[in-house]
């Protein structure tokens, strides 16, 4: 199924996206392609690859990832605090980060 413009706006319009004519008449192409190119994948054989359960370890070797799901202690605040470079008030202090136009919108 072709990859159109109002395929794309829908998609802009779920992450609250606003895009120009101009960017979708450019990104209706480039996203065609993309979806194109996934495409391919289905045309793989992988009837005799065994599902990923997983990563390896340095020797190859298949790790256990599961583990009883278990209510457990949490770290509380002190200990997690306790390495923080700056703390302030019961919190991780960060630097304030601001980027492009988003500088002078409400969040």
């Keep these: 199924m072709p990859i159109t413009e109002s395929d794309i706006k829908k998609i802009a319009t779920l ?10 008449r450019a990104l ?9 190119y996934v495409e391919q994948l289905n045309e793989l054989d992988t ?3 065994e599902p990923a359960t997983g990563g390896l370890t ?8 599961s583990r009883d799901d278990m209510v457990r202690p949490s770290l509380g605040q002190s200990l997690a ?6 703390p302030s008030h019961g919190h991780f202090r960060v630097p304030k980060v601001l ?7 409400n969040f």
Excluded: C, F, N, Y
């Design 47 to 49: 009837s005799r690859v």
């Design 58 to 65: 340095p020797e190859g070797e298949r790790t256990d990832v």
């Design 28 to 36: 209706t192409p480039q996203i065609a392609s993309i979806v194109a």
């Design 99 to 105: 980027t492009g136009s988003h500088e002078s919108e």
């Design 15 to 24: 992450a609250h996206l606003e895009i120009t004519d101009e960017e979708l």
């Design 81 to 86: 605090l306790e390495q923080a470079p700056e």
